[in-house]
């Protein structure tokens, strides 16, 4: 499970822009969205996290990697730096 924060992502127009973004670096790719924390999961079995997120980019969105277990911990924590993994 590859996990992204993507704050700029605001309504079901992104939501369906990120999803097809992520399909074009894989196209079997399985994506979840979650719009009101701006939460995109996804399970790709070819595409690694660096491919995804520079197609969330490129589709023009700033896609800040999270590590889904432990992001919600370091959240209310208040230290996650998103780049410590
Ligand atoms: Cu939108």
């Known amino acids: 499970m590859i996990a992204f924060q993507v704050n700029d992502m605001t309504c079901g ?3 369906s ?5 992520v399909r074009s670096a894989d196209g079997e790719a399985k994506v ?5 924390t701006h939460r995109v999961q996804i399970e790709s ?3 690694n996290a660096q491919e995804l997120a520079e197609a969330i ?3 023009g969105y700033t896609p800040e990697p999270v590590q889904a277990a432990l992001s919600d911990k370091l959240a209310k924590a208040g230290n996650c730096c998103g780049c410590c993994h």
């Open 13 to 15: 127009h992104c939501v």
């Open 32 to 36: 979840q969205i979650d719009l009101s």
């Open 45 to 47: 079995e070819t595409a």
């Open 17 to 21: 822009t990120i999803t097809n973004a």
């Open 57 to 59: 980019k490129q589709a």
